[in-house]
């Protein structure tokens, strides 16, 4: 069966710095589209960072642009969030997420979208 697990979330001062992990296994082919979300306590889930596989597009919410990264590892089937400049509103739980399809963009930052999802992994950014 499909699993994504989540790893390397933590504390971080604000201004730090973590990089997230999503393995994916018992899916050798991967993912056509990808995606990171979060979710704080009170609040609805709501997408962060998006990657398509075909013609590498990446798409991102505006609050995290220039300061977050989505990547991947066709050989470790794993995929990434690097976060840098973290800042006390990134406070969430993570959750990674993977679709058979390859989503068009309008449709990359929808969390109904998406068919597979990690158990989320806590991200604190705290003084």
């Known amino acids: 069966q499909v699993q994504l697990v989540e790893s390397a979330g933590g504390l971080v001062q604000p201004g730090g710095s973590l990089r997230l992990s999503c393995e994916v296994s018992g899916r050798a082919s991967g993912y056509p589209t990808m995606g990171w979300f979060r979710q704080a306590p009170g609040k609805e889930r709501e997408f962060v960072a998006a990657?398509?596989?075909?013609?590498?597009?990446?798409y991102y919410r505006d609050s995290v642009k220039g300061r977050f990264t989505i990547s991947r590892d066709n050989v470790k089937n794993t995929f990434y969030l690097q976060m840098n400049s973290l800042k006390p509103e990134d406070t969430a739980v993570y959750y990674c997420a993977g679709t058979t399809s390859s989503l068009i963009l309008s449709s990359m930052g929808r969390k109904e979208a998406y068919d597979d999802w990690g158990q989320g992994t806590q991200v604190t950014v705290s003084s």
């Open positions: 990657f398509r596989r075909g013609d590498r597009k990446t």
